[in-house]
């Protein structure tokens, strides 16, 4: 028996670290090559690691949160031959650990035993211990079934490599009639009875790149915001021709395809808003090309995949395309390269909608344009009180490089291109 030492592997786009978000193995598991071992986080994705060997998982290095550098060793495993532990020695003086003769990290299997966990599989309702800030680990597709099934997958017990919870695991957890639907009281339960738990949530992973992201856009970017209401009874007049005359295998029209193609004629009119800018260097650099950054709500947090080339599109195209990155992004498929390269970007807040918001811009970019839900309301035309379909627009701009009348002439065009959309295909 040997030992083989895994380093971080180099992730490619000029990536030098990693942050681990979670792990999906545990001390003392024996894992197949090519099984999932970590899932890790980078500036452009999240990328799953594969195991590089068959073998059994002897020593874990990082925890959630934790950065670690791409060539530095982040887990070791016992395997069947001689291992790699004396070349990676050679290689990398400073971590002398894989040299070590394969009984010591034996002894380090005691872990094993601490598999703590064995309480889990109990059939019982109640949550399953985990760690503060981590969450139960599952495939994508396990996740997707037990949100169909209104299931928290918090009070599954996983039979699986570090409490993993499988199809197998769900459907015991369903068979024994427990309703994971949640923790809180059920309905006509007493209001009276005072609750005094505490839940400490580590701010990792994606979290804490939104945070680091926003906080760095909004303490560095001096924002000014501009609103707006369109009256787009005539667009939604164009959009439901245009869905029940679409061409087979094209995708329903929303909204954000023509405001997609509106921005394409308002941002060639104001260069100055299709930029990235660049505060270190004091260098603006404006675009002819249009990537369309469309923010985007996963179960994994907020991603920013990227329509390419807009101005090259027409509305079908735009619409395709956006349908493609947005559902690679919600699937967890999205490419690095599919979620980078935006040169400015909408937001929408769908069915929620609401009157106003001040989007924070998406650094390096100098502006963002947030759309809200169309109502019908009542609204004053020619002297006469009328209902219309309505929607708001709100936009975030950098005042240091976007003057107020600029941000202000882009949304009016915006505006006018929407309420006469015909004019959006001339």
Not at 50 to 77: A, H, M, Q, R, W
Not at 185 to 192: F, R
Not at 354 to 367: C, Q, R, S, Y
Not at 388 to 413: C, E, F, I, P
Request: hydrophobic share 40%.
């Amino acid at each position: 028996m040997g030992t083989y030492a895994f380093k971080l592997p180099d992730i490619g786009e000029g990536v030098v670290e990693g942050e681990v978000v979670e792990w999906m193995v545990s001390v003392g598991d024996t894992v197949k090559e090519d099984d999932p071992i970590l899932s890790v986080m980078t500036d452009k994705a999240t990328v799953e690691i594969p195991s590089p060997v068959d073998g059994k998982v002897t020593k874990i290095i990082g925890e959630p949160g934790d950065i670690l550098p791409v060539g530095e060793v982040c887990i070791e495993f016992e395997v069947d031959g001689g291992g790699n532990a004396s070349s990676s020695t050679d290689e990398a003086k400073p971590t002398p650990e894989p040299v070590a003769e394969p009984a010591p990290p034996k002894e380090e299997v005691k872990p094993e035993p601490v598999a703590e966990k064995a309480p889990e599989p109990v059939a019982a309702p109640a949550p399953v211990a985990r760690a503060a800030g981590t969450k139960a680990l599952a495939s994508p597709a396990v996740r997707q079934r037990a949100r169909e099934a209104n299931i928290d997958l918090q009070i599954v017990a996983g039979s699986g490599p570090g409490g993993r919870i499988s199809h197998a695991d769900l459907d015991r957890h369903i068979a024994g009639g427990a309703s994971g639907a949640s923790s809180f009281a059920p309905v006509g339960a007493s209001l009276k009875t005072k609750l005094t738990g505490t839940e400490e949530v580590k701010v990792i992973g994606l979290r804490r790149k939104i945070a680091d992201s926003m906080m760095s856009s909004y303490s560095t970017i001096a924002h000014f915001s501009y609103f707006e209401e369109v009256d787009i009874t005539a667009l939604e007049e164009l959009r439901q021709h245009l869905n029940s005359t679409r061409p087979e295998g094209a995708p329903k029209l929303t909204y954000l395809p023509f405001i997609m193609q509106a921005l394409v004629k308002a941002l060639k009119e104001s260069p100055e808003c299709n930029a990235l800018y660049d505060d270190e260097a004091n260098v603006v650099t404006r675009h002819q090309a249009i990537h369309l950054g469309i923010a985007t709500q996963t179960d994994r947090g907020l991603y920013v995949p990227v329509v390419k080339h807009v101005e090259a599109m027409d509305i079908w195209q735009s619409a395709s395309e956006m349908v493609r990155v947005t559902s690679a992004t919600r699937d967890g498929k999205a490419t690095a390269d599919e979620l980078s390269g935006s040169t400015f970007t909408i937001t929408s807040l769908g069915r929620l909608g609401g009157l106003g918001a001040t989007p924070i811009i998406n650094k390096p970019e100098v502006g963002i344009l947030g759309v809200h839900n169309a109502k019908e309301r009542a609204v004053v035309r020619n002297g006469q009180i009328v209902v219309r379909r309505m929607m708001n627009l709100s936009s975030s701009w950098d005042h240091r490089v976007v003057d107020g009348h600029d941000g202000a002439t882009l949304v009016q065009k915006v505006k006018t291109l929407l309420e006469n959309p015909a004019t959006i295909f001339m």
